[in-house]
C-alpha cells in the first residue's frame, strides 16, 4: 500500500514523486497530491518511519528565538541599535539588553556598540511583523574585538558546528583558532595568520561535503595534511577559557515546543524534539534543521497550498508587542 | 502537400538539445544557467532581502521581482544597446507571473526576491529559457516550489506545428509562421505562461498545446537534474 | 569596514598571508575560454579564480564621426550586472561600472592596439565599429584586470562577419579574417594595504585597501595607461614600487593572451 521511490539521504528536488500511495506522511519539504509524496524543495530526503521530509541545504537564514548569532551594528538608535544579522530582516538590541551595567541616559551609546561592530548576541522575539528583538546579555555574549568575519551558508550550521561541537571543536583544537559559529551562518576566527587561512578552507569544505558522510574524517585528514600534525582525539570538553565553547554547546538546546506561544499555531504539524541520537552526524543536522524549517503541510487535494498551516508560525508570535 | 522538414531536421514535438547547471553564480542565493539550442540564460536569485524603497513592500507577503536581460552581443544580427527596453519589461512581468503559482511567498513580508536573468546568446526562445533558468535557480536558493516551471515556445512553420521554434524558423515565413511560448507546471499541466504572435484557429491552437506537453515534462526533468548534479559526489 | 577586521587583515599580509592562502603578489589561477557566444563575433570568459567575466566583440559597418572621416570606431562598455553581486543594483550604469570602461577603453585605444585608420572601408561614408562589452557574471574583485584581458582576448577571437554584395552584412557567417592587434596592452592593479602591495583582490580584500593603481603595460614595458583610485594616497615611492610590480604581473598575465585564441 505504498512504495518509496527514493532513498534514505538522497537529494530530492521540487515536483520529484518521493513516494506512492497512502502509507507515508508528509512533512517539512514536502507534500501530498492525490496518490503520491512529492518533495517542494530541494534537499535531503529524510525518512523516519512513514514520515518523509527534507532537510535543506541552500536558503537564507530566518532568525527564531534564542538563536545565537554574530551581528554588525547597521545603525545607533535612540533606544539601541540595530543590527544586520545576515537575514532578509533587520534586528534591534535595545538599550535594556545590551549590558548588565547600567546605562544613564544621554550617554553615547558607540562607546557599548558602535556602527560596524560585531557582536555575539542572541535572538528573544521575532514577531508576526518580523520585528527582531535581541540581548547581548548573557553567557557568551559579548562584542567581539578583532579576529575576522567569515560568511557561510546558514543551512550548513548544524553541520560546522558538528554534533555536540565535535566538527568546529576539530577544527579550532587543529589550528588553535578562536572560532565562534553564529546560527546565521555568520563566522567569527582568531588565530595566526596561517591557521586562519586552514581553519577557513576546512570550514568551505564542511559546506561543500554536508551532505555526504563520513565528512569529520574527510575534514580531520585534511586538517592533519595541512598542519602536518596528528590531532588527538577529545576526550573532555575544550579548556578554552573565552566562552565560545559555552556557546557551541548550548546551540544544541533549542526552546521547547510546549511554550504557550508556539502552541496554536503548530497544531497539526508534525514537530521533533530533541532527542538523542547516537548514530552518526547527520542526525544532529536533521534536528538542527528541523526547527528552522519554514516547509508548509500541503495536506490539501490537488495541489496549491491548503489553507490551513499557512507556515512560518514564528512569524505569527502570539507575543507581538508592537 | 510535401512535409516540412525543420532545417535542425528535428523531429515536429522535439525541442534542442537542452543544457542546464545549478549553483553556477557563487555569491547568490540560487542561480542557474540554462541553455536550449544556441539560445543561453544565466538566473540569479538574492533573497528574500530588504524591499527599497519602502513604499514598495507589501506586508502581506515577499515580492518577486523578475529581471531579464539581453546581454549587448546576444541578438541576431547588430548589437543591442545596453539597458531596458519595453520588450524586456514586459517579458520581466510574464517571467514573474509565469513563476509565482509554485512559489509562495507569504512567509516573507516586506522582502523582495530578486531574480536577475541575463542572456549572453539568443537564438529565439530567450524568454522561455529565462523561466526555465529562474525556476532552477528559485529551487537552488531553497524556496519551497511545488514543482518546477518548464517553458518552451510551440508554434507553426508552413503550416504544420512544430515545438521549440529556432531563429531559422522564426524566420521563414515571415508573416504566416505563429510563435506561441508556453510555460506549465509538468505535475499539474496547469500552463503558467502564454503569449502569441500570429493568428491561429481555436483547435490549432488547442492541438498545439497538447502537442507540446511532452517536451515541457522533458524539460523539467533536465531542471531537476541540474538541482541534484550540483550535490553529485565530484570525481 | 569594521577598523578591528581591516587591522586583523593587514597584520595576516605583513606576514604575507591572504585569507585565501595567497601571498600578497600571487594571482589566482587564470582560466580562459574562447569562441563561445554564437552571436558575438568575438567572446572571451575569464577566471580568475571563481571570478568569471565575459567580454563580447560585436562589429558593424556605420558612418564614422564627422570629425574622423578615416577611422574606424572603437567602444568600450562595461555593466555591473546585479546578477553577478548582491550589492550591484539594477539601474543605469555607475560610476564604478563607467569608470572601469573607461580605464579599460584608455588601455586599448592610446596603445594604438588597433589600427582605426585600416578600418576605414569608405572614407566619410562607412567604416567598421567594433564594440567590446565586458559584463561579469560571477564577481569577486579585480574586473578591470579581468575585464582588460577579456577584452584584448575578445579582440584577438573576433572574425569579421561576411559582407554581402549589397554592402550589408551577414551575420550568420564568419569570414576567417580577424583583427590586426599591434600591441598588447594588460592592466594591472595594484593596492596598497598598509605597508604592503598586492594584486588581484577579491571582493572582500578590495573593501580594506587604502590605494590602488592601475597600470596598463604594454609588451615592450612602457605604459600606456594610469588610474588611480581608493580614498587614500600614493607617495612617488609607492608608485615606482606599483609600476615595477604590475610590469612583473603583466608578464604572466600576457602568457595567458598568447597562449588564448
Redesign the interface.
Known amino acids: 500500500m505504498g512504495e518509496l521511490l527514493v532513498n534514505d539521504k538522497e537529494i530530492v528536488v521540487p515536483g520529484q514523486v518521493i513516494a506512492k500511495g497512502l502509507d507515508f506522511l508528509p512533512s517539512y519539504g514536502t507534500y501530498r497530491l492525490n496518490e503520491n509524496i512529492i518533495a517542494n524543495r530541494v534537499g535531503l530526503l529524510s525518512v523516519e518511519g512513514k514520515v518523509l521530509k527534507t532537510i535543506p541545504l541552500s536558503g537564507r537564514y530566518l532568525p527564531q528565538r534564542n538563536d545565537m548569532i554574530i551581528g554588525k551594528v547597521e545603525d545607533i538608535l535612540m533606544s539601541g541599535w540595530r543590527f544586520d544579522i545576515n537575514a532578509p530582516y533587520s534586528a534591534v538590541l535595545p538599550l535594556k539588553d545590551a549590558s548588565f551595567d547600567f546605562i544613564a541616559k544621554g550617554v553615547d551609546l558607540s562607546k557599548y556598540f558602535n556602527i560596524d561592530d560585531y557582536a555575539v548576541v542572541k535572538v528573544t522575539n521575532v514577531t508576526s511583523q518580523n520585528l527582531i528583538d535581541l540581548t547581548a546579555k548573557g553567557p557568551g555574549l559579548k562584542r567581539l574585538r578583532g579576529g575576522m568575519i567569515l560568511k557561510a551558508n546558514s543551512q550548513k550550521v548544524p553541520r560546522i558546528i558538528g554534533k555536540k561541537g565535535t566538527m568546529v571543536s576539530l577544527i579550532k583544537r587543529a589550528t588553535d583558532c578562536k572560532i565562534i559559529v553564529g546560527q546565521n551562518g555568520i563566522i567569527w576566527l582568531d588565530g595566526e595568520p596561517e591557521m586562519e587561512v586552514i581553519a577557513i578552507a576546512a570550514i568551505k569544505k564542511v559546506e561543500e561535503e554536508s551532505h555526504l558522510q563520513g565528512v569529520t574524517e574527510s575534514v580531520k585528514k585534511f586538517l592533519e595534511e595541512k598542519t602536518g600534525k596528528q590531532i588527538a582525539d577529545e576526550i573532555e570538553p575544550s579548556d578554552d577559557n573565552d566562552h565560545s565553547s559555552d556557546f557551541d554547546d548550548s546551540q544544541f538546546e533549542r526552546p521547547e515546543m510546549n511554550d504557550e506561544e508556539n502552541q496554536g499555531e503548530n497544531s497539526g504539524e508534525h514537530r521533533p524534539h530533541n532527542n538523542e541520537n547516537g548514530e552518526n552526524s547527520t542526525e544532529n543536522f536533521n534536528k538542527g534543521n528541523f526547527q528552522r524549517t519554514n516547509g508548509y503541510n500541503h495536506q490539501s487535494n490537488g495541489g496549491g497550498y491548503g489553507g490551513n498551516n499557512q507556515g512560518g508560525g514564528r512569524f505569527r508570535n502570539q507575543n507581538d508587542r508592537r | 502537400m510535401e512535409k516540412f522538414v525543420r532545417p535542425s531536421k528535428r523531429k515536429l514535438d522535439e525541442a534542442r538539445a537542452v543544457e542546464a547547471e545549478a549553483g553556477?553564480?557563487?555569491?547568490?542565493?540560487?542561480s542557474a544557467r540554462f541553455k536550449i539550442g544556441?539560445t543561453e540564460a544565466?538566473?540569479?536569485v538574492?533573497?528574500?532581502?530588504?524591499l527599497h524603497p519602502k513604499f514598495l513592500q507589501d506586508?502581506k507577503t515577499?515580492v518577486l521581482r523578475c529581471?531579464y536581460?539581453m546581454?549587448?552581443?546576444?541578438?541576431?544580427?547588430?548589437?543591442v544597446r545596453?539597458?531596458p527596453s519595453r520588450r524586456s519589461k514586459e517579458i520581466s512581468l510574464v517571467t514573474e507571473k509565469a513563476l509565482l503559482p509554485?512559489i509562495?511567498l507569504?512567509?516573507?513580508?516586506?522582502?523582495v526576491v530578486?531574480v536577475?536573468?541575463?542572456l549572453?546568446?539568443?537564438?529565439a526562445g530567450s524568454r522561455c529559457a529565462g523561466i526555465c533558468a529562474a525556476a532552477i535557480a528559485l529551487?537552488?536558493?531553497?524556496?519551497?516550489?511545488?514543482?518546477?516551471v518548464a517553458a518552451v515556445s510551440v508554434g507553426s512553420v508552413r503550416g504544420t506545428v512544430v515545438v521549440d521554434l529556432d531563429g531559422a524558423e522564426e524566420h521563414m515565413d515571415e508573416n504566416e509562421s505563429t510563435d506561441v511560448p508556453v510555460a506549465m507546471?509538468?505535475?499539474?499541466e496547469?500552463i503558467t505562461l502564454l503569449q502569441m504572435d500570429g493568428i491561429v484557429a481555436k483547435n490549432d491552437l488547442l492541438n498545439a498545446l497538447e502537442l507540446v506537453k511532452p517536451a515541457l515534462k522533458l524539460i523539467?526533468e533536465k531542471q531537476?537534474e541540474a538541482?541534484?548534479n550540483r550535490?553529485k559526489?565530484k570525481e | 569596514m569594521n577598523r578591528n577586521i581591516k587591522e586583523h587583515v593587514r597584520n595576516s599580509l605583513k606576514k604575507g598571508i591572504r585569507s585565501d592562502g595567497r601571498k600578497p603578489l600571487e594571482m589566482r589561477k587564470i582560466t580562459v575560454d574562447t569562441g563561445f557566444i554564437s552571436t558575438a563575433e568575438g567572446s572571451a570568459r575569464i577566471k580568475f579564480g571563481d571570478a568569471e567575466v565575459i567580454a563580447g566583440v560585436k562589429m558593424a559597418l556605420e558612418k564614422p564621426f564627422p570629425d574622423t572621416p578615416e577611422d574606424g570606431v572603437l567602444m568600450v562598455n562595461s555593466e555591473l550586472l546585479p546578477i553577478s553581486n548582491p550589492d550591484f543594483e539594477s539601474g543605469p550604469p555607475s560610476n564604478a561600472s563607467i569608470e572601469t570602461a573607461r580605464v579599460i577603453d584608455r588601455g586599448i585605444r592610446e596603445s594604438k592596439t588597433l589600427d582605426t585608420k585600416s578600418l576605414c572601408v569608405t572614407r566619410g561614408e562607412k567604416v567598421w565599429t567594433i564594440a567590446i562589452d565586458i559584463v561579469p557574471l560571477n564577481y569577486d574583485g579585480n574586473l578591470v584586470d579581468m575585464g582588460g584581458l577579456a577584452a584584448m582576448i575578445a579582440l584577438k577571437n573576433a572574425k569579421y562577419p561576411l559582407v554581402k554584395e549589397d554592402g550589408s552584412l551577414d551575420y550568420h557567417h564568419k569570414t576567417e579574417k580577424r583583427l590586426v592587434l599591434k600591441r598588447i596592452p594588460i592592466p594591472v592593479t595594484v593596492c596598497k594595504v598598509g605597508d604592503v602591495f598586492l594584486v588581484d583582490p577579491t571582493d572582500s580584500e578590495e573593501n580594506t585597501i587604502d590605494a590602488r593603481l592601475t597600470i596598463t603595460v604594454l609588451e615592450d614595458d612602457k605604459i600606456c595607461a594610469l588610474q588611480k583610485g581608493g580614498d587614500g594616497s600614493l607617495t612617488t615611492e609607492d608608485i615606482a614600487k606599483m609600476i615595477d610590480i604590475a610590469i612583473d604581473v603583466s608578464k604572466q598575465i600576457r602568457k595567458t593572451f598568447m597562449e588564448a585564441d
Open positions: 553556477v553564480i557563487k555569491k547568490a542565493d540560487g544556441d544565466y538566473a540569479a538574492y533573497g528574500p532581502r530588504e506586508p515577499g529581471n536581460n546581454l549587448p552581443f546576444s541578438g541576431d544580427g547588430s548589437r545596453p539597458g509554485v509562495d507569504r512567509e516573507y513580508p516586506n522582502t530578486d536577475f536573468i541575463e549572453p546568446q539568443t537564438d529551487a537552488d536558493a531553497g524556496f519551497i516550489m511545488r514543482d518546477m507546471i509538468p505535475s499539474t496547469e523539467a531537476r538541482l541534484r550535490y559526489v
